[in-house]
């Protein structure tokens, strides 16, 4: 299965800035997700992000607060900008595989303060 | 639409004794289902998924979950748990038309001596 470096592992932030959170996969794939999972619950999906397309952002979560770039298929980040406490949480890449296999990156976990 | 639920948030069992982690789905068709551990800090990792075929499913580190239509269940077992196996555990699956996971809201297993 597809292996995926994802980067920082771990911040603090400064509210008010931007973080972008890189996730780097070994394969190419077509279907790139990020979702963000807050203290204690589990994972809600922020969006879709396909090569080619712009992503599909998922109700709650706008492109404004949570740009999204895929420019190939090995390649996305993700930017958590204009930062409040709120935002405090792990954001986890994952990619879909041909045989229907999701793998998940590490995750970032990110502290606003 | 797809919902996947996990009746119980937190579970606590004895090192050695037996395990078995609820999930439910709500789907008309066959579904796609899978089972994530995340430990604590860290990413998720899948323990074994569900396509089609033999609904007794074998995964990693000793678990294993089966797949009941007429229950609308898939619950994870593992006959002796470690101490190792502390985490939260997650059920996820695909909704309908969807190429992303939607997960329950997770189980926290505890382990104790």
């Known amino acids: 299965s597809a292996v995926i470096s994802q980067k920082p592992s771990r911040d603090i932030c400064q509210r008010g800035t931007s973080l972008t959170i890189q996730c780097q996969v070994d394969?190419?794939?077509?279907?790139m997700f990020w979702y963000r999972q807050q203290p204690g619950q589990s994972l809600t999906l922020i969006a879709t992000?396909?090569?080619?397309?712009?992503?599909?952002?998922e109700s709650g979560f706008v492109i404004d607060k949570f740009p999204i770039s895929r420019p190939n298929l090995t390649f996305s980040t993700l930017t958590v900008s204009n930062m409040s406490p709120e935002d405090s949480s792990i954001y986890l890449c994952?990619?879909?595989?041909?045989?229907?296999?999701?793998?998940f990156g590490s995750g970032t976990r990110l502290t606003v303060v | 639409a797809q919902s996947v639920t996990q009746p119980d948030i937190h579970i606590t069992v004895s090192e050695g004794a037996s395990l078995e982690l609820r999930c439910n789905y709500s789907?008309?068709?066959?579904?796609?289902l899978f089972w994530y551990v995340q430990s604590p800090g860290q990413g998720l990792q899948l323990l074994l998924k569900?396509?089609?075929?033999?609904?007794l499913v074998q995964g990693i580190k000793g678990f294993e979950a089966e797949f009941k239509r007429s229950q609308s269940s898939f619950n994870l077992r593992k006959p002796s748990v470690h101490w190792s196996d502390a985490a939260e555990y997650f059920c996820?699956?695909?909704?309908?038309?969807?190429?992303?996971?939607?997960f329950g809201t997770g189980t926290r297993l505890t382990v104790i001596p």
């Open positions: 994952s990619v879909r595989e041909e045989d229907y296999g999701y793998t």
């Open positions: 394969s190419q794939v077509t279907m």
């Open positions: 992000a396909n090569q080619g397309s712009e992503a599909t952002y």
């Open positions: 789907y008309g068709a066959t579904p796609y």
């Open positions: 569900y396509f089609s075929g033999d609904t």
């Open positions: 996820a699956a695909p909704g309908p038309g969807a190429n992303n996971l939607f």
